[in-house]
Every structure is written in C-alpha cells, then in structure tokens.
Nanobody, 123 residues
C-alpha cells in the first residue's frame, strides 16, 4: 500500500509561485509513474502533469505548460510541482497520484491518491 501526502498549498497572489510536495510512504515509488491532478469547485478533476519513474518522460496539460514543472527525488520518495506565474484559474485542490503500471498520458488511471492540498490564487 502506498500513502501519499501533499503539502505546500496556500494563498498566493496572481503572478506568484508555489511549490507543492508529495511525500510517499509505505512502499518505495521509485518505479512508479507519479502524477499531479487538480479539481476546482464545481468542476471535474483534471490532469496537470505526470513524470515517469526515471524522469525521462514528462507530460503537462496545455493550460500549465511553460509555467509548471514536475520533478521527483526517488531517493527521498518525493515528487514536486513547481508552479510559477500562477493565475486565478489555477485555484483548485491539487492531488498527487501514483501507479506502477501507467504512462504519463493525461488519461492514465492511477491506483493511489493523496488527500489533496488547496491552492488559492487571488487576482
């Protein structure tokens, strides 16, 4: 069983930056694909970014390309999402996900999910 805990969310002004962290425990996720998703109020959860176990493959949603960056530290069992140039429309609960058998496509189905961290961007 894999437990994922997100942190780093908060309130930030438009144009600002935040760095989300996802700590995995219970099992090493060094061979897992890791993803970030978000869900805004009244909307469905959507794909944000994903990274393969080696970091050699990365995918981003068009809405965050050039502004967000996903990375991982397998030695620490951690995944990060650096978010720059934040916009009010980035406001959402951000979730970390993990799965050993999926690729980095936006439609991949993950088995393990965190509880989420709130990101609020004020205008």
């Amino acid at each position: 069983q894999v437990r994922l805990v997100e942190s780093g969310g908060g309130l930030v002004q438009a144009g600002g930056s935040l760095r989300l962290s996802c700590a995995a425990s219970g099992r090493t996720v060094s061979r897992y694909t890791m993803g970030w998703f978000r869900q805004a109020p009244g909307k469905e959860r959507e794909f944000v970014a994903a990274i393969s176990w080696s970091g050699s493959r990365i995918n981003y949603a068009d809405s965050v390309k050039g502004r967000f960056s996903i990375s991982r530290d397998n030695a620490k069992n951690m995944v990060y999402l650096q978010m720059n140039s934040l916009k009010p429309e980035d406001t959402a609960v951000y979730y970390c996900a993990a799965d050993p058998f999926v690729g980095v496509t936006p439609t991949a189905k993950y088995d393990y999910w965190g509880q989420g961290t709130q990101v609020t961007v004020s205008s």
